[in-house]
């Protein structure tokens, strides 16, 4: 059975949420296990959440303990650092790396970076089944992205996993507008680390293994601290997007042309004196 929850938005100041940490009093209603979430004034679908079988997480489980956690900070989201790793594809950085590109992890870590992506497939089907409606609109969004730059064909171009990390309020400014988040969080010997959207008084919370979906880049949204109460205790999120900026991006043999050619303009313009120029 999936409960159904419907929710009005309280609409309280961007400017009051940015920038710190989920308190209880950000929130009414706890949600746990199967359910969906509607804005109960627009009938729009928040949040689809659902449970899943500990031998399927564990498929994922083994990919996180396989990964080596550094601090990252995200730009354009939560200003405070985490114990991040991302995957999949990253889009050109212009005077830095100014063409599209496989993220470290796949060189660096192979076989924990293809259990990932394979977890795509499921993170895809997933939005498909529960949402098969939105789906076909976010579909459409992400094939605007060449294939060579959506992780198995999937809707998704990008990733990250944390690794039991507390988030400031923030939105994901990075990707489409409207699209889904899908978010898978396994959790053991862990207290709090509720994912809490403020606009609608609601706080997701996580009893065992559990997939959900949401707009990351339009619902303002964080995650409470996190006690170990276990000393190897965690709280693993493995998140899954799809990167606006990716839309830029050319075939694959189109952005090695783009090395080529961009290396050797920066090779000629630091040999020269200059320094080098911003791409677009």
Same mark, same amino acid.
């Given at each position: 059975?999936?409960?159904?929850?419907?929710?009005?938005?309280?609409?309280?100041?961007?400017?009051?949420?940015?920038?710190?940490?989920?308190?209880?009093?950000?929130?009414d209603?706890?949600? =746990?296990?199967?359910?969906?979430?509607f804005?109960?004034?627009?009938?729009?679908?928040?949040?689809?959440? $659902? $449970?899943?079988?500990p031998?399927?997480?564990?498929?994922?489980?083994?990919?996180?303990? $396989?990964?080596?956690?550094?601090?990252?900070q995200?730009?354009g989201?939560?200003?405070m650092?985490?114990?991040?790793?991302?995957?999949?594809?990253s889009?050109?950085?212009?005077?830095?790396?100014?063409?599209?590109?496989?993220?470290?992890? =796949?060189?660096? &870590?192979?076989e924990?970076?293809?259990?990932?992506?394979?977890?795509?497939?499921? =993170?895809?089907?997933?939005?498909?089944?529960?949402?098969?409606d939105?789906?076909?609109?976010?579909?459409?969004i992400?094939?605007?992205?060449?294939?060579?730059w959506r992780?198995?064909?999937?809707?998704?171009?990008?990733?990250?996993?944390?690794?039991?990390?507390?988030?400031?309020?923030?939105i994901?400014?990075?990707?489409?507008?409207?699209?889904? &988040?899908?978010v898978?969080?396994?959790?053991?010997?862990?207290?709090?680390?509720?994912t809490?959207?403020?606009?609608?008084?609601?706080a997701?919370?996580?009893?065992?293994?559990?997939?959900?979906?949401?707009?990351?880049?339009?619902?303002?949204?964080?995650?409470?601290?996190?006690?170990?109460v276990?000393?190897?205790?965690?709280?693993?999120?493995?998140?899954?997007?799809?990167?606006?900026?990716?839309?830029?991006c050319?075939?694959?043999?189109?952005?090695?042309?783009?090395?080529?050619e961009?290396?050797?303009n920066?090779?000629?313009?630091?040999?020269?004196?200059?320094?080098?120029?911003?791409?677009?």
């Amino acid at each position: 059975m999936v409960d159904r929850y419907e929710v009005s938005k309280c609409d309280p100041s961007r400017d009051t949420l940015f920038g710190r940490l989920p308190e209880p009093g950000d929130y009414d209603a706890v949600v =746990s296990g199967d359910a969906d979430v509607f804005d109960k004034d627009t009938g729009k679908h928040l949040v689809c959440m $659902r $449970r899943l079988e500990p031998t399927k997480a564990a498929f994922l489980l083994d990919a996180c303990r $396989r990964l080596k956690f550094g601090n990252l900070q995200r730009l354009g989201a939560q200003k405070m650092a985490s114990r991040s790793v991302v995957f999949g594809y990253s889009p050109r950085v212009p005077l830095r790396r100014n063409y599209c590109s496989t993220c470290a992890l =796949s060189r660096e &870590n192979p076989e924990a970076n293809e259990r990932l992506c394979k977890w795509a497939l499921i =993170s895809d089907k997933f939005v498909k089944e529960n949402a098969p409606d939105f789906y076909a609109w976010h579909r459409g969004i992400a094939e605007q992205v060449k294939p060579d730059w959506r992780i198995h064909d999937t809707i998704f171009t990008s990733g990250y996993v944390n690794n039991t990390c507390a988030l400031t309020y923030h939105i994901d400014a990075s990707e489409f507008a409207g699209t889904w &988040n899908v978010v898978t969080v396994i959790k053991r010997g862990a207290r709090g680390g509720l994912t809490v959207l403020p606009e609608y008084r609601v706080a997701l919370d996580f009893k065992g293994p559990t997939m959900y979906a949401f707009s990351a880049p339009d619902l303002v949204h964080g995650v409470t601290e996190i006690e170990q109460v276990d000393e190897d205790g965690y709280r693993f999120s493995v998140i899954f997007y799809t990167m606006e900026q990716m839309a830029k991006c050319g075939t694959r043999e189109e952005e090695l042309e783009r090395i080529r050619e961009w290396s050797t303009n920066a090779e000629k313009r630091y040999i020269s004196g200059g320094a080098p120029e911003e791409d677009a």
